[in-house]
């Protein structure tokens, strides 16, 4: 039995002998024993032990034995307890000692911790100690340690900074800061420290601490200037030695770096730049936000809250207004003070382009003709975005210029006129326009009639070899660009060995069709061929192959393979992975494309290709990777592509243009187009919200509307509006789509003034008008126009335009 317990255990029953040895005892356990006989009878009565005994051994030996420090006249020895105490509590530790060439040790002393100074040695002595652990069982085996010599110890300084990953210490503004490095050196070593170099003196705000064996720096309320870099220097007699521990402070960056540059200057935009703070406050840069007022003001507007890149177009400026814009840039602990813009004026800085290449004039009919010219010399500092052609009639009553075209500007450098008078004589002139509005007349081109031409047509356009074989060639080719003012009746093929020029007939008859097959050549044998044009006047120019061309078998165009477990149309979940295989053929090795129609393939977008095969996935797919994927294969004997439609099932796009109507006091009409990408599924509703153009946050006004217009009404009156509508289906709500102007709840505009007809046509009217008196508190957005035939009382439609004229057609 436990000896602090009155209850007995049997251990065994069946001992025949008159020993038994007892095992599983608990070490450091006291128990009393007792031992009784049994006959056929019973049991007898016990014999019990009359001091309870403890389970023990002697101690294991001690544990990493070594000198610790030295003197002139001491030795101070260190080291750790057995990792066996024997199942009985070590009472103390028994030291020795002996010099080197001695034989006998003697008693040094004993200890109860697991340091020991053994004094009253002599100086220089070469000295062994050995130690003992003991219990009450008896002292353990001895560890020895030396020769050791008696004399002054020194120790080099050291700091430790193992805790102290890699040397840094990140702390937030504001916070207090503590740095406590433990440390040794004999003699003590001084202590100093320096901050970037420079000599670190202690203020109310930093204080220095030194302890036995700790060196401590505390900072109360860090600042912005405290990050830097910190040196610990420790100097004794053996040395100097210095350890470095960098301060990194943690708080908003600092402003982007000047100067915000103004890279294109337009009449409605200004494309800003900067480049990113030099200082990021320990944080990675998140974003930027960026503000424009106009000078004439104090308020600033918001333009941007998250701009990723240090450049960003500011858009929808109003033509010769003075701006000053600034930008902030912003982390994880904050915003930076901004960086501000000079002032600058909105508007074009170029000019409008120079004059055309005089028109040269062509394919002369009976109720038209072809004009072309050459690009200004100087554009004006802005590509050129189109032409307009002018024409004048020599024998008209006005002889005045009008222009061929009413609609947008012409973008090739070449037009057909028609709608020409048969026998009248006409001249043109040819004007540039660019950004900046249009340019002077080019010269006039020469007086040309209009008549039926009576020569040839010209040479058929392109003719190219579509394919070959060992004996035939196949050619291709398109319509003269002039025709001879007749129809062509058909086409002449000739051809001739390429070493000779020999030119025959292949064609007994015209061909009707633009291409033809020339059979029985001679294998491997290199051929010229040319084509012209016949129309009633006669046989025209003829248009050449550009190179020769050999009979020979032409390699396989590209395939692409398709098994029964081709999918072309493919369904997946926002967030999930889209992967499209296709395998293909064809000799030589095609190249193989992938694109997406209407749009670019996505950066997340990854292509893989082999000669038989490529896959394209996509990763954590959203919205915008729905779409048309194309996939094309083309080697020089042709081109192939398949198009996969991928359908992502997530929220819904931003809707189309906001637009307004029936602008009141107190009330505003909007209306949208759907979301271009509704999500792969229906869109439910709308939600609506406004929000003062002052103020960031966002107004509700209705999160269950059903049709794309919808009218909002309880506004204050003069105060301006921005609104914002996003689509909800059943996966949530999308993306909004905002309108890029404030707008001001007032009242209609007056009418326009002085409505005058400045020219007129067959069947045109060129109208103009001044602004009216009063737009209403809110800027004009454009104007509407209507007409109705003389003597009746419906008004229809007309157009609608921005400008202060317009040109009605097709009456």
């Known amino acids: 039995r436990d000896a602090t317990k009155r209850a007995w255990s049997t251990v065994t029953t069946k001992c025949s002998n008159t020993t038994f040895k007892l095992t599983n005892l608990s070490e450091k356990t006291a128990f009393f024993f007792r031992v009784l006989a049994e006959n056929e009878i019973g049991l007898g009565e016990p014999c019990e032990t009359s ?38 509590i070590i009472s103390d530790y028994v030291i020795e000692k002996k010099l080197q060439e001695e034989k006998e040790w003697a008693y040094a002393g004993t200890s109860k911790s697991c340091e020991f100074v053994v004094e009253k040695l002599k100086e220089l002595s070469v000295m062994e100690f050995r130690v003992f652990a003991k219990n009450e069982k008896g002292m353990s085996d001895s560890v020895t340690v030396g020769p050791i010599t008696v004399k002054e110890l020194i120790i080099t300084p050291e700091a430790d900074l193992s805790d102290i990953p890699g040397g840094q210490i990140s702390v937030r503004i504001g916070h207090n800061l503590h740095i406590e490095l433990p440390y040794k050196g004999k003699p003590k070593p001084s202590m ?99 503000e424009k007022r106009e000078t004439s003001q104090m308020n600033w507007k918001l333009v941007c809250s998250s701009a990723a890149r240090t450049t960003f177009k500011v858009p929808n400026l109003v033509k010769d207004t003075e701006y000053q814009f600034r930008v902030r840039a912003e982390n994880r602990y904050g915003v930076s003070p901004p960086l501000v813009s000079a002032d600058v004026v909105a508007k074009h800085q170029f000019r409008p382009p120079g004059a055309p290449g005089k028109p040269v004039v062509y394919n002369v009919t009976a109720d038209g003709m072809t004009i072309s010219w050459d690009a200004p010399a100087y554009d004006g500092g802005s590509e050129i975005t189109g032409y307009h052609v002018e024409k004048k009639e020599r024998n008209s009553i006005f002889m005045r210029w009008v222009k061929v075209s009413s609609k947008r500007p012409i973008t090739e450098n070449r037009y057909r006129v028609t709608g020409l008078i048969e026998g009248n004589e006409y001249e043109f002139h040819v004007m540039a326009e660019n950004a900046a509005g249009v340019g002077p007349p080019s010269d006039v081109s020469k007086l040309i009639k209009c008549r039926e031409p009576v020569s040839p047509p010209s040479a058929p356009n392109v003719v190219k070899v579509t394919d070959t074989s060992k004996t035939s060639v196949s050619l291709e080719w398109t319509k003269p660009v002039f025709d001879g003012g007749m129809e062509i009746i058909g086409y002449i093929i000739e051809m ?5 020029e020999a030119w025959q007939k292949v064609n007994a008859e015209t061909v009707i069709a633009t291409k033809y097959t020339v059979v029985d050549l001679e294998a491997g044998e290199h051929y010229k061929f040319r084509v012209s044009a016949v129309n009633g006047a006669g046989k025209g ?71 038989s095969f490529s896959t394209l996935t996509v990763e954590e797919c959203n919205r915008n990777d729905a779409g048309k994927y194309v996939f094309t294969v083309e080697n020089n004997s042709g081109s192939k592509s398949i198009t996969f439609t991928v359908k992502v099932l997530d929220t819904p796009g931003p809707p189309g243009p906001i637009t307004f109507k ?87 505009p007056a009418p ?9 046509t067959k069947s045109s009217v060129v109208l103009a008008w001044l602004k009216p008196d009063h737009d209403g508190g809110s800027r004009i957005t454009g104007y509407l126009l209507e007409m109705k035939q003389k003597g009746s009382d419906s008004w229809i439609g007309a157009g609608q335009t921005k400008q202060l004229t317009f040109t009605v057609e097709g009456l």
Not at 559 to 574: G, P
Not at 718 to 723: E, I, L, R, S
């Open 51 to 88: 001091e309870p005994v403890k389970a023990a051994d002697v101690p294991g030996p001690v544990k990493d034995l070594a000198m610790k420090d030295s003197t002139k006249s001491s030795v101070t020895l260190q080291w750790s307890k057995p990792d066996y105490d024997g199942g009985s």
């Open 192 to 290: 100093s420290w320096l901050k970037d170099n420079l000599p670190l003196k202690e203020t109310e705000q930093l204080r220095f601490k030194k302890t036995e064996n700790k060196i401590s720096l505390s900072i109360k309320n860090v600042k912005k200037e405290h990050g830097g870099k910190y040196t610990l220097i420790l100097d004794n007699v053996v040395c100097r030695k210095s350890f470095t521990i960098t301060v990194i402070t943690l708080g908003p960056p600092s402003k982007p770096k000047a100067p915000l540059r103004l890279d294109e200057i337009k009449a409605d935009s200004v494309v800003l730049s900067w480049e990113a703070p030099e200082d990021d406050g320990g944080g990675e840069i998140t974003g930027y936000s960026i």
């Open 496 to 500: 001739c060995k390429a070493d000779l």
């Open 541 to 611: 120019e003829s248009c050449e192959v550009p190179a020769s061309v050999q009979t020979v078998d032409r390699l396989s165009a590209p395939e692409i393979d398709i098994d029964a477990n081709f999918k072309q149309t493919h369904i997946v979940r926002a967030g999930a992975s889209i992967r499209l295989f296709i395998a293909f053929s064809g000799r030589p090795v095609p190249t193989a494309v992938w694109s997406k129609a209407d749009a670019n393939l996505s950066l997340r977008a990854d292509i893989q290709t082999t000669d």
């Open 662 to 748: 029936d602008v009141t006091r107190g009330s505003i009409t909007l209306m949208w187009d759907a979301p271009v990408l509704d999500g792969g599924s229906r869109i439910h509703h709308y939600v609506v919200e406004k929000r003062e153009a002052s103020r960031r946050s966002w107004q509700v006004v209705s999160s269950k509307c059903t049709r794309q217009i919808f009218k909002v009404t309880d506004l204050a009156e003069g105060v301006p509006y921005y609104y914002r509508v996003s689509a909800e289906n059943e996966y949530g709500v999308g993306e909004p789509c905002e309108l890029t102007e404030p707008v001001v709840a007032t009242e209609e």
């Open 752 to 760: 326009p003034k002085r409505l005058d007809i400045v020219d007129t």
